[in-house]
């Protein structure tokens, strides 16, 4: 049986449900990451790692810095890496007159990977990262692309682009905006570093009976 809303489509009666049902909607319609991911490639939990100073393509000298910070801080917070202090990173890169950071040939790769002490880096560029007008109000936009690395072969072992407005989730009454560079920059990095790594899924519980052989029984208990 099919059951009709016999209701009036009145004002009181329409506005709550579409008021939920733009809310619903917009909530979801946040861009994700788009990625690429080599399970095979052994990277584990632990691996220590340094995120390289990133290509500026933006108008914004600032950029960079804001960005690789950010990732560096999301990296962590992940639990899931060592990650090399950037300052580290800047005095070995130009100990060995690295300019171009992204485009790293492969002997040079393998030495500031033994410099660094790391198994592999993080390399990439800021795009786009800027306040666009859009009608009366500035709405912040970044796009960042990253790769990561292994020092030994070279190879991508992830990859990932990502982009986002600071109203992608903007609902009613500007619910879900994003009003900042670096708050926008935070969410992205936070996006990206989510995908590195496989999900771990949901922690095991921890076993609390005692293995069968450990627990003595005296089978003649029960005899009469």
Not at 37 to 54: F, H, I, Q, S
Not at 78 to 105: A, C, H, K, S, Y
Request: contains cysteine.
């Amino acid at each position: 049986m099919v059951r009709r809303n016999t209701r009036p489509w009145t004002a009181g009666g329409l506005l709550p449900g579409l008021v939920v049902l733009c809310v619903a909607f917009t909530a979801g319609c946040g861009s994700k990451p788009a990625y690429y991911r080599n399970d095979t490639a052994g990277v584990e939990p632990g691996t220590r790692v340094a995120v390289l100073p990133l290509v500026n393509l933006t108008r914004d000298v600032n950029a960079p810095d804001v960005v690789m910070n950010a990732i560096v801080v999301e990296l962590l917070a992940t639990n899931r890496f060592v990650v090399v202090d950037p300052g580290i990173v800047d005095e070995v890169i130009q100990r060995e007159r690295i300019r171009l950071t992204d485009r790293i040939p492969l002997e040079t790769l393998q030495g500031l990977g033994a410099a660094l002490g790391v198994d592999y880096v993080f390399v990439g560029s800021v795009n786009e990262y800027q306040m666009t007008k859009e009608a009366q109000d500035f709405i912040p936009t970044v796009s960042i692309a990253l790769r990561m690395v292994s020092c030994t072969t070279g190879a991508i072992v992830w990859a990932s682009t990502h982009a986002k407005r600071g109203n992608d989730t903007e609902s009613i009454f500007t619910l879900g905006r994003v009003d900042t560079l670096e708050e926008l920059t935070s969410i992205i990095a936070r996006e990206m570093a989510e995908t590195v790594l496989p999900d771990p899924g949901p922690k095991k519980s921890v076993e609390t009976t005692a293995p069968a052989d450990t627990v003595k029984t005296d089978e003649t208990s029960n005899t009469p």
